[in-house]
């Protein structure tokens, strides 16, 4: 796992806008998969700065959801169908034909999760996912305890993530308590995985992540199973890291052709 410490969100955010304008220079088509929440916002924003200076060609990029609420009315501002539409999609200016996502309305959500994990594999896989961190060391809506080998599926969410997501809906009551989520052996299956993580909320989840010892209580330490797994946080994020001088060591002294 690779740990680099950049001052700032718009750091974190500019230099994974950069790995993933890299990887479309060699996979035009690549299917990267994104994740919602505030944290991840910064990417988009350069990302979409970069196609508008012409630093990048993402015509032919595909993206895909990692999690989706269940049960919010079609079209909700705040499904995270929605939110990727209008964070992600339409300021890439991409077509909604470039989109996967599950259907958090279905009748049949298990049918509904199954049919997202074979439209993932039968789209190649996903190359790049994009991941933030809850509180609680979840990934995507991996709640603690989650199978590390667990399949896209229904999950029921706890009471601290619906109230760090209340601040998107009206009043907690509106936050729904279920939820669609790529499973943790879905998300290991993409090629490379970037989480971003600011401010010092998240860091003594980061810490257990990286630095902990590998349990499904801790969702994101999945990670550590990963051969190509990233995490970018900025120093507020960091402050719990024991590792953190040799993380910013590493970094500083990386060659430039190896990428993230
Ligand atoms: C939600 C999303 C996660 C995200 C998390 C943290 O639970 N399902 O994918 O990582 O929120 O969000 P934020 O970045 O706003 O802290």
Known sequence: ?????????????????????????????????????????????????KVRQGAVDVSRARVCQLDEYVGLPA?????????????VVAPLGLSEDAFLGPDGGAADIAAACAAYDRALAEAGGVDLQLLGIGTDGHIGFNEPCSSLA??????????????????FFDSLDEVPHHVITQGI???????????????????????????????????ASALQLHPHATVVVDEAAASELKLADYFRATYAAKPAWQHL
């Open 1 to 49: 796992m690779e740990v680099v410490i950049v001052p700032d969100a718009a750091a974190g955010g500019e230099l994974i806008a950069s790995a993933i304008a890299h990887l479309l220079t060699g996979k035009p088509d690549a299917l990267l998969g994104v994740a919602t929440g505030s944290t991840p916002l910064p990417i988009y924003q350069a990302l979409a700065t």
């Open 75 to 87: 079209g909700h501002p705040e499904s995270y169908r929605s939110v990727v539409l209008r964070e």
């Open 150 to 167: 667990s399949r896209t599926r229904i999950k029921t969410l706890t009471q601290q993530t619906r109230e760090d997501n209340a601040r």
């Open 185 to 219: 052996g879905t998300i290991l299956e993409a090629r490379h995985l970037v989480l971003l993580a600011t401010g010092e909320a998240k860091a003594e989840a980061v810490a257990l992540s990286v630095e902990g010892p590998l349990s499904a209580l801790v969702p």
